[in-house]
Every structure is written in structure tokens, then in C-alpha cells.
């Protein structure tokens, strides 16, 4: 790790359609981390003690702000990610839907009395205290509020680390949180690299957990330095989702939603459905529905709100998705993108025989999608089992008994039956295997953000 005190350079914050400089943005290094960590931990008593009703007042006006600042916050985010507009207000939207929801949670969330001998057991949720979030590259600003909101309403004070390629709407947040009533200190948000910024926040004596969303490699290294402090984590990691289609589906709306389903945001989604398991009597119905449907996906410019898809996040991202085509047979359908500047990557399809080869195993998270056979249910099981990761998935099929079958055999911490739907503020959202430790979303998020106290009182004489 670099010295507190060496100086950190400024980095180039790119807009990924035209690869222009947004702006230049000075990155933190650990004397910043520490000031940051500091401050949280001199502001969270009060926050902490702050009437419920209050606090979810806080959130509940956070959520009203974001809505307010829609347009101007998802053009930012278009901006800086590269991923189409219409997309990014969506995502904005659901951010202020999960201050919202967690406004509302925040005294619905409590402990228990349990009948023991001797007297009366009770138990209190108690905040951690001071909590760091490490938010990833490609939904900056709806994954910020993922893990923000929960936190804050069981009254922690948050240090977040967003990537420094995709900072900008996370900037934001701390202005419209102290326009809420947010007390000064409670959220702040420090912008460096993983390797300084990242990896100070995460061996911080003084930090009790970390909330991180990236790469299975990256959260590796995080779960092996936050052990000597035992921080709690929450690590929502990659994904290889796979989407099983069976003959009786509807294929035509199978065919249709696999589109956007791996696609989305140019394939930079660890829920995307890359590996398409189609069974072998309907694989050339699918196959030709599945291409058709594609071909009326618009690529080009992201603030264009007919565009369905933008560019990858960086020229050297785009290189490392291109490397996954190099030992593989030529596609069955390559689309077009635009001329010019900008890190472009054609939606690309592949037809493979078989499961083994490197792009049908690894995350590629890219624009790249796989359409591998399989027999009957067992061979999907297997097909689909068979990878270190388990996050999301899909099985389409109008048989009932083979849904339930197949979602209770398939190994993910998420699926859809006759969907390719993946998240809801309600629900809770994590992987299994190395998809991760935990869960995002939903009440259970605040288990994760909250410690169990246990209090015994005699009632002998």
C-alpha cells in the first residue's frame, strides 16, 4: 500500500461513447481514507441516536431529492458509464425506490424476546458503526444506494469507495444526503484507486464491515485482508448465468427476452444470461428467433433514447472481452457499432456443441453470448451446475413441476422461471459458491448492516 502521505495522481474521467475527457478528479490516497474514517466515526453517535421517526425522515426526503434530479443524475451516469439513457433512469429511479423502501424500514426492523428460565431474554439490533462500500464500475449510482440506504437506516455512518472510471453520480450523493437533514460526516464518499483508496478502507482498525461488489478474484483479496480485523463483509461477486430453455417454452418470448437479458448494459452486468442453454429439439427455433431478435437491437449513441445498447466502459476492457474470441469458432451473428471514437463491441453470438470452452466457463462480462444444447433436465442441471459461480439464472418452461425442479436443482442464489428478471428492492439479491457472501436488498440487507446484542434480566428474587 502506497504511504499516507505519497501523493496520488489525478486521474481522466472518460465518457466510453466518444472517449473524451469529462473532467480530471484528484485521487485519495490513505491520509484521506483516514480523515474520512475519522469523521464518520465522530458523526455516527449522533446519527445513531437520532429519533426513528427522524431518521427515516432523512431518507424518506433523500429519496424525494433523487427523484427530483432524475434526468440530470441519469445523463450524468450515461455520461460517465456509457450505458443508455433510458437504462440510467431507470436505475436512478430505483435508487430513490430503495432510500425509499429502507425509509420505511427502518423501525420495522427490531429484536425478539425469548421464553428462558430464570428471568426475560431480549435482543436489540445494534448498527456496526462506521461501514466502508466499494461500488463497482457499471451501476454506480444503483448499487451506491444498494448498500447506502440499508446502512444508513440502521444507523451507520458510510465511507464509499466508487470506481474512479465511474465516480461522478456517486459524487453527488453527499450533497443531497445534507440536504436531507443527513448530519455533516455520516456519508462521505472518497474516490481512489482500489489498490490505495480501496485497500486502506478495507484493513481500516476502525471500519467494522465492507460491502463490496466486483470481481470473485478482486473480493478474494478483500476476504483475505479483512482478516486480521475480522471485518463482517458482504461480497457480491461475478456470475456465469445460465438460461435454461426446454422445448415446451414459449419460444418466442424466451427468444425475445434472452436479448436484453445479456445485452444489458453491454453485457457489463454479473446477472447477465451469457450462457444460453437451449434444449436440442427447439436449438434452430430458438437460435433463429433469438438472432432475428437481436438484429432489431439498436447500438449507438447512449443519450439517444431509442439506443437499446451503449459501448464498454474502457479501451481496456473492450481488449480484454475481444481476447475471449480468439480460440473460438467464427460467430453465428456479429452486430454492428458505430464509427469512430468510443470502446465499441459488437453483440456477438456463439454457437457451441459443448460446455468447455473458455468463453462458455468464464465471466466475460461483455457483449458475448454462448448458445450451448442439452438433452433433458439432468444434462441442463449439470451444464448449469457446473461452474465456480452461482448468482443468477433463468429455466423457461410451461411445465410446473419440472419449474420447481429445476429451481430447486439449478445452484444460484437467485432465479426466474419464464423471466430473466434478477433484482427488486424487496427481495433479496446475492450468489452462492464464488458468487459471493450475503445478501443485498430486502430486510435482509439490514441483518448485514446490524449486530445482535443479547440482554438477559433475572427476574428471581
Keep these: ?54 431518521r427515516a425522515g432523512v431518507l424518506f426526503r433523500l429519496a424525494a431529492l433523487i427523484e427530483e434530479r432524475v434526468d440530470e443524475l441519469a445523463l450524468l451516469e450515461t455520461r460517465n458509464v456509457g450505458k443508455p439513457l433510458g437504462d440510467a433512469r431507470g436505475e436512478v429511479g430505483m435508487a430513490a425506490e430503495t432510500f425509499r423502501y429502507y425509509a420505511g424500514a427502518v423501525d420495522k426492523h427490531f429484536g425478539e424476546s425469548i421464553p428462558v428460565d430464570g428471568g426475560i431474554d431480549i435482543t436489540f439490533r445494534e448498527p456496526l458503526g462506521v461501514v466502508g462500500v466499494i461500488v463497482p464500475w457499471n451501476f454506480p449510482f444503483a448499487i451506491t444506494a444498494w448498500n447506502v440506504a440499508p446502512a444508513l437506516a440502521a444507523g451507520n455512518a458510510v465511507v464509499v469507495k466508487p470506481s474512479e472510471l465511474t465516480p461522478l453520480t456517486a459524487l453527488e450523493l453527499p450533497a443531497l444526503a445534507a440536504q436531507a437533514g443527513l448530519p455533516d460526516g455520516v456519508l462521505q464518499v472518497v474516490v481512489g484507486t482500489g489498490a490505495v483508496a480501496g485497500a486502506r478502507l478495507v484493513e481500516h482498525e476502525h471500519l467494522a464491515k465492507i460491502a463490496f461488489t466486483g470481481s470473485t478474484a478482486v473480493g478474494k483479496g478483500i476476504m483475505a485482508a479483512a482478516a486480521p480485523t475480522l471485518k463482517r463483509l458482504t461480497l457480491e461477486l461475478g456470475g456465469k448465468a445460465a438460461n435454461i430453455v426446454f422445448a415446451d417454452a414459449d419460444i418466442q418470448a424466451a427468444a425475445t427476452s434472452a436479448v436484453p437479458a445479456a445485452y444489458g448494459n453491454s453485457g457489463q452486468d454479473c446477472c447477465s444470461r451469457a450462457r444460453i442453454l437451449v434444449q436440442r429439439g427447439v436449438l434452430e427455433e430458438f437460435t433463429e428467433a433469438f438472432t432475428k431478435a437481436l438484429g432489431d437491437w439498436t447500438v449507438g449513441d447512449p443519450e439517444d433514447l431509442a439506443t437499446d445498447m451503449g459501448p464498454l466502459v474502457s479501451e481496456q476492457h473492450r481488449a480484454r472481452v475481444a481476447a475471449f474470441l480468439d480460440d473460438t469458432p467464427e460467430p453465428i451473428y456479429r452486430g454492428t457499432v458505430p464509427d469512430g471514437d468510443g470502446f465499441w463491441f459488437p453483440p456477438t453470438v456463439l454457437a457451441l456443441p459443448t460446455p468447455d470452452a473458455r468463453v462458455a466457463r468464464e465471466e466475460v462480462f461483455g457483449p458475448v453470448v454462448a448458445v450451448i444444447p442439452f438433452d433433458d433436465e439432468a444434462d441442463a442441471v449439470t451444464i448449469a451446475n457446473d461452474s465456480p459461480y452461482g448468482l443468477s439464472g433463468s429455466i423457461w418452461t410451461v411445465d410446473g413441476s419440472r419449474a420447481l425442479r429445476m429451481a430447486r436443482a439449478v445452484q444460484a442464489g437467485g432465479l426466474s422461471v419464464n423471466s430473466n428478471s434478477s433484482v427488486r428492492v424487496s427481495t433479496p439479491f446475492g450468489g452462492v459458491k464464488q458468487s459471493g457472501i450475503g445478501r443485498e436488498l430486502g430486510m435482509h440487507a439490514l441483518d448485514a448492516y446490524t449486530d445482535v446484542k443479547n440482554v438477559f434480566i433475572s427476574t428471581t428474587s
Design 1 to 54: 500500500m502506497a504511504s499516507v502521505h505519497e501523493q496520488q495522481p489525478e486521474a481522466e474521467i472518460l465518457n466510453p461513447a466518444t472517449g473524451a475527457v469529462l473532467q480530471h478528479l484528484p485521487m485519495a490516497g490513505a491520509a484521506e481514507v483516514d480523515e474520512a474514517v475519522r469523521r464518520a466515526r465522530a458523526a455516527q453517535p449522533e446519527w445513531a441516536k437520532m429519533p426513528l421517526r427522524e
